[in-house]
């Protein structure tokens, strides 16, 4: 039955959903007589028009075939029987890839979608940050300038853009290479995914510092790498601990340590170098985010040390215009550019083309280096901000690492233990202040794992005010737990 839900009567909508759960329950059985359009629309008191609209959808899905002329009849003949599947307990069971099965082993929780007021999340920047008015102007020149640029583009990225990049590299890194050899990536994931792909193949080892970037590690295990954390203390990886390591490649960072802060020495570079030579093995450099320096020189990468045979230079634009623009890029060897462009042909085509032009204008105009400069101040305050309140809260209570560059430093408590830091954490979301632990980019099971509460305190996307409130904050939480209370 029909019912009517308005006074008008059904709609179309409705009488379809009912004509579709009577064929489907048999009503009319296989070949059946609907009622005529006509016939149907005097009985609910609708306009024919309604009706026939319903059968278009039933005949459009192929319940229903019509004549001109005739009723509509059924068409799915359908098994009224069909086999009664064996009871299942519990979840089905998930029939994934061993790619799948792998990854299923190290689930990531998801950002939650209501943050702490205050969070001292690392690698953010702040919305004040985004340079808005010169980005709307690059936008609309580039969808003014040419409009095939919104059809799809090269899969290595722009040629403007690569040029573009081509000079900055060289300008702000002293990195010398061809723009054929850049490839515009989704971010420094997509260009670790794109490595990973291309250059692991299930079982060969990949070497991570210990601590670490924690989804470079899943990427790796993820496409079945072995893989092997080695130490890195305040000169960097610990190259020493490489001599009877094998490994496919080792992915690093070595202009600032992530998270710990600190700069891979020359010695340690050249044997960095040396032990991938010897391997044919080659090395990742995540470069992500050198522009941040503040009581030091700029570090040469180690691109520039090599043979340019060996190294991928990993960087982004996440740490300077912000991490929702997904664009990142891969300097790779020559003789690997073909291959990689392949690889990224089939995965997504090619990254976005408008905010490729858009970032190819702000590198051309100078517009890009002009705003890192200011930016670059802006994190300084920040940064002094953070060291003097926790100075001002903590005294010696606490030591810090990792203050020289980048967007966070390290803070370590050295009167609550290890096994304390999660109460540290808990308490400080109870009064909605957000804190990363440090514990959890260590490999599992390690024991470079510290003895003492640690965090990784990123101050990027808060402002002068908001951290000193927030130290305050984590101040009070401390003081609670060194009482015992």
Known sequence: MIRNRQARGPGARQIYEVLRAQILAGTYGNDGALPSSRALASELGVARATV???????????FVRSRQGARPRVAAVLDRNPPISPMVTGPAPLLLSRYGERLALRPVPLPSAARP???????????????????????????AQRQDRLSYGHPAGSPRLRRALQ????????????????????????????????LLDPGEGAVVEDPCYPM??????????????????????????????EARLAYVTPSHQFPL????????????????????????????DSEYRYDINPVPPLYGLGHGQNVLYLGTVSKTLSPTLRIGYLVVPANLAAIFTRAKQIIDRHSPA??????????????????????????????NALLEGLRYHFGDRLAVEGAKAGLHIIAWFRHIPADREEELIR??????????????????????????????????????RQIRRGVELLANCAAEIESGS
């Open 427 to 464: 308490k400080a979301g109870q009064v909605a202040l957000g804190l990363h632990p440090l514990s959890l980019l260590y490999a599992a099971g390690s024991a470079m794992r510290p003895d003492r509460a640690g965090l990784v305190m990123g101050y990027g996307g808060l402002d002068v």
């Open 216 to 245: 470079a590690r899943d990427i790796f295990a993820a496409a079945g790498g072995t893989i092997t954390p080695v130490a890195a203390d305040q000169d960097g990886l610990d190259t020493s601990r490489l001599t009877d390591v």
């Open 354 to 383: 408008l905010e490729q032009e858009a970032l190819a204008t702000l590198l051309e105009s100078g517009a890009y280096e002009r705003h890192i400069r200011r930016i670059r101040r802006r994190m300084a305050e920040r940064r």
């Open 167 to 198: 000079g900055y590299l060289w300008r702000a890194r002293t990195l010398r290479c061809e723009a054929e050899q850049i490839i515009i990536v989704n971010g420094s994931q997509q260009g670790l995914d794109l490595c990973t792909r291309l």
């Open 117 to 143: 007021a205050l969070d001292f999340r690392y690698g953010d920047l702040a919305a004040s940050d985004f340079p808005t008015p010169i980005w709307r102007r690059a936008v609309l020149g580039a969808l």
């Open 52 to 62: 026939t609209s319903a059968y278009e959808q039933l005949s459009a899905e192929g």
């Open 261 to 288: 802060g600190s700069v891979l020495s020359i010695a340690r570079r050249h044997r960095l170098l040396a032990w991938a030579e010897a391997r044919d093995a080659f090395l990742i450099e995540d470069d992500y």
